[in-house]
């Protein structure tokens, strides 16, 4: 056993100092001892284990949340820092290549070791006299940038079908390779993939896409044979030529986009999707040239479908659609004031930035070339001028609403709505009309059309 300089927080001490006075053992273990060793910022949440039983900890320590009981993990709180605490197990069998079905709580870590995804992940540390354990050599691993399995990957993988996208997931947070014989495994254990949540699936997926460098994952999950699994919908990107000044083919374009854009999911993922509808929507002309008119409106229903089936929450499905549906705009100071309100009530206010990072990130990964936000600063500056004019933008800031309506005798429902939007319209075009006498006699000289009578 080797000793290396782990500087323990004082309370991790603690427990391991409590659990020995009642003659247990506490070791650090995985995520926060692997990004120690890597210099990565690794105090604020500590994986241990031991071979007290959670019913044991919850007895021992004050504050104690039963996270996970069911699995042998309970969390410790202790000031600016949790701590899960799992109980040292071998599990027995993965009858359905989820979860384990039984956990069978042993008493020594190098079984827990074992039973540990990664090599890097299946190290331990003693707290109180400094061994470092190491069984599956997780520090040459780290020292090779190399993703391993313990033990045989096949094997490893057909237990449980989360471990491979795991492997991809630290290999583009980390930036490291996975080993050839565990690489080599991903497609062969491809079956018991297929069995995993697509909750858990998509949870690896977005920590891929807020990772560093989201094009290496990406490119991983395609080499391996998972992301056509995961999103069929990206596949048809590949080798599908572009024009203009785009260097890459669609789906190697999208990887780079998300590269390029900043770390927020929803922008990650408009970036991931922005253009995947390009495929469907090419026209080839006689002359070879291609279109792709309305690509993105098929990109952002086709970016619905997937993260539905991925199980994304609907707000953030409908922010992700929204952005991708706007990303085509295409602005020169020729644009009227008018085409400029429209543009921004379309858009939403709110979403006026977030369309923007799209829009660096989609032209940063057209050459591969570093976001440069200073190209939208003309259409920046004026519409911070249309804004600083408190013109009307929306339908919220039209001087009259349903009440008004309903009382010059416009019924409420789908009618009133076509009739509101309708004025706003008119004030995008001419802010000066967003009077309520006004709109009130525009309304009532339109309510005809719409089946309304005096
Ligand atoms: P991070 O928390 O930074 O995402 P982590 O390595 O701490 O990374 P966790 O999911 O918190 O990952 O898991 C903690 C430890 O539990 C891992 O380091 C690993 O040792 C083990 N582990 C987690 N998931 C699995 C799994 N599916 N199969 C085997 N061991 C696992
Ligand atoms: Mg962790």
Same mark, same amino acid.
């Given at each position: 056993?080797?000793?290396?300089?782990?500087?323990?927080?004082?309370?991790?001490?603690?427990?391991?100092?409590?659990?020995?006075?009642?003659?247990?053992?506490?070791?650090?273990?995985?995520?926060?001892?692997?990004?120690?060793?890597?210099?990565?910022?690794?105090?604020?949440?500590?994986?241990?284990?031991?071979?007290?039983?959670?019913?044991?900890?919850?007895?021992?320590?004050?504050?104690?949340?039963?996270?996970?009981?069911?699995?042998?993990?309970?969390?410790?709180?202790?000031? !600016?820092? &949790? #701590? %899960?605490?799992? $109980? @040292?197990?071998?599990?027995?069998?993965?009858?359905?290549?989820?979860?384990?079905? *039984?956990?069978?709580?042993?008493?020594?870590?190098?079984?827990?070791?074992?039973?540990?995804?990664?090599?890097?992940?299946?190290?331990?540390?003693?707290?109180?006299?400094?061994?470092?354990?190491?069984?599956?050599?997780?520090?040459?691993?780290?020292?090779?940038?190399?993703?391993?399995?313990?033990?045989?990957?096949?094997?490893?993988?057909?237990?449980?079908?989360?471990?491979?996208?795991?492997?991809?997931?630290?290999?583009?947070?980390? !930036?490291? &390779? #996975? %080993?050839?014989? $565990? @690489?080599?495994?991903?497609?062969?254990?491809?079956?018991?993939?297929?069995?995993? *949540?697509?909750?858990?699936?998509?949870?690896?997926?977005?920590?891929?896409?807020?990772?560093?460098?989201?094009?290496?994952?990406?490119?991983?999950?395609?080499?391996?044979?998972?992301?056509?699994?995961?999103?069929?919908?990206?596949?048809?990107?590949?080798?599908?030529?572009?024009?203009?000044?785009?260097?890459?083919?669609?789906?190697?374009?999208?990887?780079?986009?998300?590269?390029?854009?900043?770390?927020?999911?929803?922008?990650?993922?408009?970036?991931?999707?922005?253009?995947?509808?390009?495929?469907?929507?090419?026209?080839?002309?006689?002359?070879?040239?291609?279109?792709?008119?309305?690509?993105?409106?098929?990109?952002?229903?086709?970016?619905?479908?997937?993260?539905?089936?991925?199980?994304?929450?609907?707000?953030?499905?409908?922010?992700?659609?929204?952005?991708?549906?706007?990303?085509?705009?295409?602005?020169?100071?020729?644009?009227?004031?008018?085409?400029?309100?429209?543009?921004?009530?379309?858009?939403?206010?709110?979403?006026?930035?977030?369309?923007?990072?799209?829009?660096?990130?989609?032209?940063?990964?057209?050459?591969?070339?570093?976001?440069?936000?200073?190209?939208?600063?003309?259409?920046?500056?004026?519409?911070?001028?249309?804004?600083?004019?408190?013109?009307?933008?929306?339908?919220?800031?039209?001087?009259?609403?349903?009440?008004?309506?309903?009382?010059?005798?416009?019924?409420?429902?789908?009618?009133?709505?076509?009739?509101?939007?309708?004025?706003?319209?008119?004030?995008?075009?001419?802010?000066?009309?967003?009077?309520?006498?006004?709109?009130?006699?525009?309304?009532?000289?339109?309510?005809?059309?719409?089946?309304?009578?005096?």
């Amino acid at each position: 056993m080797n000793i290396i300089p782990y500087r323990c927080p004082g309370a991790v001490k603690d427990i391991a100092r409590r659990l020995a006075h009642n003659g247990r053992k506490a070791f650090v273990v995985g995520g926060s001892l692997r990004d120690h060793l890597l210099g990565r910022d690794a105090d604020s949440d500590i994986d241990m284990a031991s071979d007290a039983s959670p019913e044991e900890i919850l007895r021992l320590f004050p504050r104690v949340v039963p996270t996970g009981i069911k699995h042998g993990t309970v969390t410790i709180l202790v000031p !600016g820092m &949790s #701590i %899960e605490m799992t $109980t @040292f197990r071998a599990e027995r069998s993965y009858k359905d290549g989820r979860r384990p079905e *039984s956990v069978e709580y042993l008493g020594d870590i190098e079984s827990d070791l074992a039973r540990r995804d990664f090599t890097m992940n299946a190290m331990a540390f003693d707290p109180l006299n400094g061994d470092f354990i190491d069984p599956f050599d997780g520090r040459g691993d780290i020292a090779r940038k190399l993703i391993r399995s313990v033990g045989d990957p096949y094997e490893r993988f057909s237990e449980d079908g989360l471990r491979p996208m795991r492997a991809v997931r630290f290999a583009a947070q980390l !930036g490291f &390779s #996975i %080993e050839e014989a $565990t @690489f080599d495994c991903i497609p062969r254990t491809i079956e018991t993939f297929k069995k995993v *949540s697509m909750e858990r699936l998509r949870d690896e997926l977005g920590k891929i896409l807020l990772s560093d460098r989201p094009s290496w994952g990406l490119s991983l999950l395609e080499r391996t044979g998972l992301l056509k699994l995961l999103l069929p919908e990206l596949s048809a990107g590949r080798g599908c030529r572009q024009k203009g000044d785009h260097s890459f083919d669609v789906l190697d374009h999208l990887y780079y986009s998300v590269d390029a854009a900043p770390k927020i999911l929803a922008i990650r993922l408009a970036a991931l999707f922005h253009d995947v509808g390009k495929p469907e929507a090419m026209v080839e002309t006689e002359e070879g040239e291609r279109h792709f008119h309305r690509h993105e409106t098929i990109s952002a229903s086709m970016a619905s479908r997937a993260m539905k089936r991925l199980k994304y929450p609907n707000d953030l499905i409908d922010e992700v659609a929204h952005l991708i549906g706007h990303h085509m705009f295409n602005y020169s100071d020729e644009w009227s004031d008018a085409a400029l309100r429209r543009f921004v009530a379309s858009v939403g206010r709110e979403n006026l930035e977030s369309l923007f990072m799209l829009r660096c990130a989609d032209t940063a990964g057209t050459k591969r070339t570093a976001p440069d936000p200073r190209n939208l600063d003309p259409l920046r500056r004026r519409i911070e001028k249309l804004l600083a004019q408190d013109s009307a933008l929306g339908l919220k800031d039209l001087k009259i609403n349903g009440n008004d309506l309903a009382e010059a005798g416009i019924p409420r429902g789908p009618v009133m709505g076509k009739i509101l939007a309708e004025l706003l319209e008119t004030v995008l075009d001419d802010p000066a009309q967003n009077e309520r006498e006004t709109l009130l006699r525009i309304a009532g000289g339109i309510k005809g059309k719409y089946g309304i009578e005096d």
